[in-house]
């Protein structure tokens, strides 16, 4: 729970209209049908006593605390799980009430320790708050000790390096086994035994560590008592104020209360509350937004500029003074010496919209160039170009809620129990509640079977078919008459050039059965599924688009949810998983070589014109380079300078090798980050940059939408990271101030359609906001494309499936796929640094048995991986998750570097990078490599060895 | 193909993607989008490379002729 409460309205809310009418305690109230009378109770602004309710689990009347009486009904129902009926007549206090509350916490008091004032809970225990609401005065049964038999020495379990559990404290009102199951969806927690020996148990009475826990923090969340209770309030004590912030780690954007202790130079976070009143989380967590906050004061933080001469030089701190000016003239000098498109940038992600803004403006502006790129290029640029040619904008089409109307639900190349685990929780909760679900991933992901869900159709396909699997969908709508006919004349255009094309037989799924490795009977009934059980939804993530063809499969599942009619209403879609906290933003503000923000190509004049006006300076019409051509560039002596921030691109980017070389072979690289990373060792400036605690902004989630970021301490550094950019930018000769970022968003709405409606006040005002936001929708757009498409009508595209260049062969039998795990994020610069590093230490090689035992590789053996490009060394991991012939390892650690084995091959219209199809070897790691036969020898489809 | 520059061999995957349309169709559909994706100084070096004899698909002969005459200088 948390100390800085709000409203507890004991029930979750139902839908619809007010129609039900009831008098509690005199009051008049109105609420939708099957609202709860404790519900009821809280609208008319009267508390009900309660223990085991909390509104964000289903009622479960255990406590018998919340009692009420109600004329015409016998004795006195549990108000939680009494539903309302109109004209019903409440009373919740009442002596008879009083007594009966009494004597239940007589009860629950004398088998609980009466150490309140040592407590961690103190001043945040319900149990404590119902002892005084309730007028306790006396325990006539004694307590702890005294009372008898009682649960005071059950041993805590310490074993979760964020949260103890304290069985001696425990109420029995499974509110935490409630939240496992109801709003996580991990079902870890049970209770276990009868009668007096019940207990909460995670799994089968083991620890939290052992067992199927997340650690999302639900469970400590729901618990009203110090049962389950952050180390960090143990530690530090309770919290006194909050400030409400958004989440820096994945594409989700969850709202969090930081809660805080002190003021100034001296605040301290002591937990992160996740926010009943986010948009895209509401009240629920995940193990990295919860908790893995620390790595924001560890004490390898960058907090002081540093410069160098070379990289081979020791680093010398320096004022940001010396800094600012020592990067603006290397800057000017470089362009001086080679021109000036010899320079560039890389904006983050992980930065606020505000800091992407200006570091475009940076290179457009004062740079005199349109070099800028952002690390959206390496995961979902293929997403920016597929949705712009076939709906006519560059994000997805729904709110996180609308999964919620989802009657079939499609992933494809996404893994949201971890990778977005708020989110899963969401879709898994109405996979519980019983949409169907199809998964097309090669491995068989947690969702494919979990408890309570089974996918309907697992769609195993080799890496790199998804172009041919979702051709084959296709192929079965039109040629089976599944095509919403109404839809698609009313509202598509091109499609009969897209019908001949995909009614060839060559797309059936039995033609392409040997390319996909799926039967095609499986195929065809996931297609008839997807287009006859109502409203069906895609999502998907960078399986999809770290592709050869990932902007050709995006096109594709646009085409397929097109011909179905699953756009424009709730339940429906088409909908990107972003990796980190604000690609969308990063995209939408500017970051592409060849788009201004808002995605308006830098050749349309009267855009243009805008940005030179305000800007005061002409800008250049033509693209600018993309990452992998700066790198290029770089090798060949054209490029020469780069500032990136924020992001690791020596560690994320594909080929290391070829990065590393790229990189020593500039003359100046700036970098600005929380860390020394991989791409620092590289840098001759060292910018400390702010972490998301510090930070003034917003970010813009997967679902478009705009978050505010507020600042819970002072920069840590002194400055914000738009400062520095504009100080550089000034310190070039161009005038680029504000006073703060709050005017940074003004610009932003004054020159972005939109985002014409955006504001700090206005976010401030209502929450947050889903783009497009203008005047005309102050309250910003949830659903997109309902009445009609951004561009006008939906554009079926010809997408032909083009095998990738990547082959398994003799010499490279296996194919490597990458992706993420729960517990870490991204490079793992962040999550290393905290306890996270207690659940993944280290990457590991996921193998399928076969493949292990022909290489005599057993589980926990160290192996060399290789490919064409390079190899590495981790621990193999056997795991009946992956399919024979394919392989997969994360990218968290840059000890065993993942990327170093993964090739330059991309996305042919972004060049996002391939990073899910490498041909690979694995020998253990004492084989010799050289055994291994050199003749290259292509094998028929990717991914068997 | 690498030896001769990442923009013969990024050009040759874009290629693939439109065989299934006719020659000059394609040709046309690849100028456009090197020209609205591409910056001008990778375009150059393409035109160079096919103009020096580059072992190439005719269809990137094609779209070099088609960005020959429009591509700035770098």
């Not at chain 1, 009900?48 to 009622?59: H, I, M, N, R, Y």
């Not at chain 1, 840098?683 to 600042?711: C, M, Q, Y």
Request: charged share 20%; hydrophobic share 40%.
């Amino acid at each position: 729970m948390s100390l800085l409460k709000e409203p507890d309205f004991g029930t979750p809310a139902r839908s619809g209209e007010a129609t039900v009418e009831l008098t509690v305690d005199g009051v008049a109230v109105a609420v939708p049908p099957g609202t709860s009378v404790m519900r009821a109770a809280a609208q008319a602004g009267l508390e009900v006593p309660k223990l085991c309710a909390t509104d964000s689990l289903e009622a479960f009347g255990s406590c018998r605390l919340c009692v009420v009486e109600i004329d015409g009904a016998r004795g006195t129902p549990a108000s939680c799980t009494t539903p309302v009926a109109p004209g019903m007549v409440v009373r919740t206090q009442t002596e008879k009430l009083g007594k009966l509350r009494r004597g239940v916490m007589e009860l629950y008091i004398s088998d609980h320790p009466l150490d309140c004032l040592t407590c961690s809970a103190n001043g945040d225990c319900e149990l404590q708050d119902m002892a005084g609401v309730t007028g306790l005065r006396e325990v006539r049964y004694g307590s702890g000790v005294d009372a008898g038999a009682n649960h005071m020495d059950l041993l805590s379990d310490t074993s979760n390096p964020y949260f103890e559990f304290d069985p001696a404290k425990c109420i029995l009102c499974s509110r935490c086994v409630r939240a496992c199951d109801e709003v996580q969806g991990t079902l870890a927690l049970t209770i276990e035994g009868r009668g007096f020996d019940s207990k909460v148990s995670p799994g089968a009475g083991g620890t939290f560590m052992e067992s199927d826990c997340v650690s999302c923090g639900a469970c400590v969340q729901a618990c009203p008592t110090a049962t389950l209770q952050e180390r960090s309030v143990v530690e530090l004590g309770m919290p006194t104020r909050s400030v409400v912030t958004t989440c820096a780690y994945c594409g989700v954007g969850c709202s969090f209360k930081a809660e805080l202790r002190g003021s100034g130079d001296s605040t301290e976070v002591v937990r992160m509350v996740p926010h009943k009143d986010g948009g895209a989380n509401e009240g629920h967590s995940c193990v990295k937004g919860r908790f893995a906050f620390g790595y924001a004061s560890h004490p390898d933080r960058v907090l002081t500029p540093r410069v160098r001469d070379s990289i081979a030089d020791e680093w010398r701190e320096v004022s940001w003074e010396e800094a600012i000016t020592h990067t603006a003239r290397r800057l000017r000098a470089i362009q001086a010496e080679h021109g000036a498109g010899a320079i560039g940038a890389i904006t983050s992600s992980r930065c606020t919209n505000e800091e992407v803004y200006v570091v475009q403006k940076m290179v457009r502006a004062a740079f005199g160039n349109n070099n800028v790129d952002t690390c959206a290029r390496v995961c979902h640029s293929p997403t920016g170009y597929g949705l712009n040619q076939t709906f006519g904008t560059s994000a997805g089409t729904q709110d996180f809620a609308s999964v919620a109307d989802a009657d079939v639900i499609m992933v494809i190349g996404a893994n949201p129990t971890d990778a977005h685990p708020v989110f899963g929780s969401r879709m898994k909760k109405r996979l519980r509640q019983g949409a169907r679900l199809i998964v097309a991933d090669p491995r068989s992901i947690d969702l494919v079977r979990s408890p309570h869900i089974e996918a309907a159709h697992h769609l195993a396909l080799n890496p790199g078919t998804n172009v041919a699997i979702v051709n084959a969908m296709a192929h079965v709508v039109v040629t089976e008459g599944l095509v919403d006919r109404g839809f698609v004349d009313a509202r598509c255009e091109n499609t009969g050039e897209w019908e001949e094309f995909i009614a060839d037989p060559a797309h059936s799924p039995e033609a392409v059965e040997e390319i996909t490795g799926v039967p095609a009977s499986d195929v065809r009934a996931a297609a008839r599924l997807y287009a006859t059980a109502g409203n069906a939804a895609i999502y998907y993530g960078l399986g999809v688009t770290e592709h050869s063809q990932g902007s050709t499969m995006v096109m594709g599942m646009a085409n397929l949810a097109m011909a179905t009619g699953n756009i424009g209403r709730s339940g429906v879609g088409v909908n990107p998983l972003r990796g980190q906290n604000n690609v969308q933003g990063s995209c939408d503000m500017g970051s592409f070589p060849h788009e201004l923000p808002g995605y308006r190509h830098v050749s349309d004049g009267s855009v243009r014109e805008v940005y030179e006006q305000l800007w005061g300076t002409p800008l250049l019409d033509e693209p600018g380079l993309r990452i992998p051509n700066m790198f290029d560039s770089a090798l060949d002596g054209s490029f020469r300078a780069l500032f990136v921030q924020g992001e690791d691109i020596a560690q994320s980017d594909p080929n290391t090798g070829h990065v590393h070389a790229a990189l020593a072979a500039l003359d100046l690289v700036v970098v600005q980050d929380l860390f020394v990373n991989e791409t620092a060792k590289f840098a001759h400036v060292l910018l400390p940059g702010t972490s998301f605690l510090e930070k003034d902004g917003t970010f813009t989630n997967a679902e478009r939408r705009i978050n505010r970021v507020r600042p819970v301490t002072a920069a840590r550094t002194g400055k914000q990271e738009w400062q520095i950019v504009c100080e550089i930018a000034q310190a070039m000769g161009y005038p680029m101030h504000y006073d703060d970022a709050a005017q940074i968003m003004d610009e932003i709405a004054l020159t972005t359609p939109t985002f014409s409606g955006v504001s700090f006040a206005h976010l401030d005002a209502v929450g947050s906001v889903q783009w497009p936001c203008t005047p005309e929708r102050p309250e910003g757009t949830p659903i997109m494309h309902v009445d009609g498409f951004v561009r006008g009508k939906g554009r079926f595209m010809v997408t032909p499936y083009v095998p990738t260049r990547e082959r398994s062969n003799r010499r490279f039998p296996l194919i490597l796929t990458t992706g993420r795990i729960l517990s870490q994020y991204n490079v793992g610069a962040q999550t290393r640094r905290t306890a996270n590093v207690a659940w993944h230490p280290e990457d590991v090689l996921e193998l399928h048995p076969h493949d292990a035992e022909v290489r005599g590789v057993a589980d926990g053996d160290r192996v060399e991986l290789a490919s064409r490009v390079g190899s590495t060394s981790l621990r193999a991991r056997i795991s009946d998750r992956m399919p024979v012939g394919v392989c997969y390892t994360t990218f968290h650690h840059p000890v065993s570097g993942a990327n170093v084995v993964t090739t330059d091959n991309s996305d042919w219209a972004t060049n996002c990078p391939e990073y899910k199809v490498t041909a690979v070897q694995v020998t253990p790691s004492t084989a010799l490599t050289a055994a291994v036969p050199a003749q290259e020898e292509t094998t028929v489809g990717a991914g068997r060895g | 193909m690498d030896e001769l520059g990442p923009e013969l061999r990024m050009v040759s995957d874009i290629v693939v993607q439109f065989a299934h349309r006719p020659a000059d169709d394609a040709a046309a559909a690849i100028a456009a989008h090197l020209t609205r994706f591409w910056h001008p100084r990778m375009r150059h070096r393409l035109v160079a490379a096919v103009d020096a004899g580059a072992d190439v698909d005719p269809v990137v002969v094609r779209v070099a002729r088609m960005l020959s005459p429009a591509v700035p200088a770098p």
